[in-house]
C-alpha cells in the first residue's frame, strides 16, 4: 500500500506567516502518521492572474496543477481579509479550472481540509464559510473540514488546533 500524499496550500506572501505555520503544523501531524507532504507558499502562489485557456507551460502554475493531480488530500490555508478568502489563496484555486478534465476533475476523490486565521471570530467564520463554499464547487458538493484560528499573532498551534493567549513574560 503507498503512503497517501497531501499537499498543504496556501498562507500569504509572507515567510513564517500564521497562515503558513497552521498548514505547515497540518504537514507534519500529517507525516507523523505515514504521509508524504508538500508544502505550496508563498512564493510559490505567487502566479499570474488566471485567465481560462491560456498556457502556462513551464510555470509555477503548472508545477502547482501537477502537485494537485498528484494529491490524495489537500490542506488549504488562508488568512481573512476583510471577511474573505486572500487573493494569493483564490487566484490558485482558479487555476484548478484546468484539471476540469482530468480524470479525477477538479479536486474530486481527493481529502480536503480548511484551515483559517483571522484577527477576530468573525472574520475567521465568514472566510471559512467562503472558503468551504468555493471547495464545495471543486469536491462534488462535499464539505470539507475546516478549523479557524481568530487569534493568530497570540497562538501557538496545537495539536486540538486550540489556541490560547500567552502570558507575557517580563
Known amino acids: 500500500m503507498s503512503r497517501p500524499y497531501i499537499v498543504g496550500l496556501g498562507g500569504t506572501p509572507r515567510p513564517g506567516s500564521s497562515t503558513q ?4 503544523f ?27 485557456g491560456a ?5 509555477k502554475a503548472q508545477l502547482v496543477l501537477a502537485e494537485l493531480r498528484r494529491a490524495d488530500g489537500i490542506i488549504l490555508g488562508t488568512p481573512g481579509y476583510h471577511g ?4 494569493l489563496v483564490k487566484n490558485a484555486l482558479d487555476y ?10 477538479y479536486l474530486e476523490g481527493r481529502a480536503v481540509g480548511c484551515i ?4 477576530g471570530d468573525q472574520g475567521a467564520v465568514t472566510t471559512l464559510i467562503a472558503l468551504r ?3 464545495m464547487r471543486c469536491v462534488a458538493g462535499r464539505p470539507p473540514w475546516g478549523r479557524r484560528s481568530s ?12 489556541c490560547r493567549r500567552k502570558p507575557k513574560r517580563s
Open 84 to 87: 474573505g478568502i486572500s487573493g
Open 116 to 119: 483559517v486565521t483571522a484577527a
Open 21 to 24: 505555520l497552521a498548514i505547515s
Open 151 to 162: 487569534r493568530p499573532r497570540r497562538c501557538s498551534i496545537r495539536p486540538a488546533n486550540v
Open 26 to 52: 497540518a504537514l507534519e501531524s500529517a507525516r507523523q502518521r505515514g504521509a508524504d507532504t508538500l508544502l505550496l507558499s508563498g512564493s510559490d502562489l505567487d502566479l499570474p492572474a488566471y485567465a481560462p
Open 55 to 59: 498556457q502556462q507551460s513551464g510555470s
Open 96 to 105: 484548478t479550472e484546468e484539471l476540469r478534465d482530468d480524470r479525477r476533475p
Open 133 to 135: 463554499s468555493v471547495f
